[in-house]
């Protein structure tokens, strides 16, 4: 099974998201042919650079989302992005720095932490984004929480 596919256990019920999803995972897709097909790290820069930029921008989309809800995982939700944010550009880093090191499994690797990030933090933090209700369960309790301690 092809690890960077879209499947249907990622469907949010988010429309939007889910297409931003979808679509990041098919730029890692072709990227990885590209690599395969013998490409080399200065020739794919340009999809490199472009990853990133979706990448920030479906986090900024998501970010906008959670912070207009008040989300109760808004900032460790935050600082997962930054960090794959971080692995991203530490990609870019060392294809500048060590081109003939850039290999499909790279792209493998990065995807891998954005198949991660996907089924085990947007799924739940989207889902409690669904459910407004939930939502305010869990802020008045960590409310009630921080009263207490
Ligand atoms: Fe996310």
């Given amino acids: 099974m092809d690890g960077l596919a879209w499947q249907t256990a990622f469907v949010s019920g988010w429309a939007e998201i889910d297409q931003e999803h979808r679509g990041l995972l098919e730029m890692l897709q072709q990227l990885r042919l590209a690599i395969l097909e013998g490409a080399t790290f200065s020739q794919v820069k340009p999809q490199l650079l472009a990853c990133a930029t979706e990448t920030e921008r479906h986090f900024q989309h998501e970010e906008t989302l959670m912070a207009a809800a008040n989300h109760p995982?808004?900032?460790?939700?935050?600082?997962?992005?930054?960090?794959?944010?971080?692995?991203?550009?530490?990609?870019?880093?060392?294809?500048?720095?060590?081109?003939?090191?850039?290999?499909?499994?790279?792209?493998?690797?990065?995807?891998?932490?954005?198949?991660?990030?996907?089924?085990?933090?947007?799924?739940?933090?989207?889902?409690?984004?669904?459910?407004?209700?939930?939502?305010?369960?869990?802020?008045?309790?960590?409310?009630?929480?921080?009263?207490?301690f």
């Fill in 73 to 148: 995982l808004y900032l460790s939700h935050r600082a997962a992005h930054q960090n794959l944010l971080r692995d991203l550009s530490l990609v870019l880093e060392n294809g500048q720095r060590h081109p003939e090191n850039l290999t499909p499994e790279t792209i493998e690797t990065i995807g891998a932490l954005v198949v991660r990030h996907i089924r085990e933090e947007d799924l739940p933090m989207l889902s409690l984004l669904a459910h407004p209700e939930e939502l305010a369960q869990q802020q008045a309790a960590e409310l009630t929480a921080e009263n207490v």
